[in-house]
């Protein structure tokens, strides 16, 4: 079953203006608005999302929400999980591109739970990730698990 997932980007500005405005809001009239920009190293705000850090934050959402899923279903306890996520941009053979992402959780379980189990369960979430299997760049998993 097919799900659709509108959004409207606005910007306004002059792009004959040097430098030109490169902010502009992602929004679907149904949740908060985001701020973005380009990254500052292609003259954007910085203090706005880029391109770059939703492509590496929907993976790493997606892949965190797989993996709760499947603990879920696995009957496994996890009480925190803390992705510090990375996405690298890249230029090979003269097309710039994320070339990977890092996920590099901090999951926390309860005292007692499998560690082997919760690796299984995180690794077997990339094959289930939706995102993960709409990108071309490497998910490199590195991830922890502490027991709390």
């Given amino acids: ?11 306004t500005g002059n792009s004959l203006d040097a430098p030109y405005n490169r902010n502009a809001t992602l929004s679907n009239g149904q949740k908060t608005a985001i701020p973005v ?3 500052p190293e292609y003259a954007g705000d910085g203090s706005c ?6 492509l590496g934050s929907a993976l790493a959402t997606c892949h965190m929400l797989t993996f709760l899923a499947l603990c879920a279903k696995a009957k496994v306890e996890v009480v925190g999980y803390e992705d510090h996520a990375e996405s ?17 959780p901090v ?14 369960l ?7 990730c939706f995102v993960a299997s709409s990108v071309t760049c490497e998910a490199v998993m590195e991830p922890r698990v502490v027991e709390v």
């Fill in 88 to 104: 690298l941009l890249d230029t090979v053979d003269k097309v710039t591109r994320i070339t990977h992402v890092y996920l590099r």
């Fill in 37 to 39: 920009s380009s990254a």
């Fill in 49 to 54: 999302w880029n391109p770059e850090d939703l």
């Fill in 122 to 128: 995180f690794e077997k979430a990339h094959k289930y």
């Fill in 107 to 120: 999951i926390r379980v309860t005292r007692g739970t499998s560690m082997a189990k919760v690796i299984t």
């Fill in 1 to 11: 079953m097919a799900h659709r997932y509108p959004l409207t980007l606005s910007w």
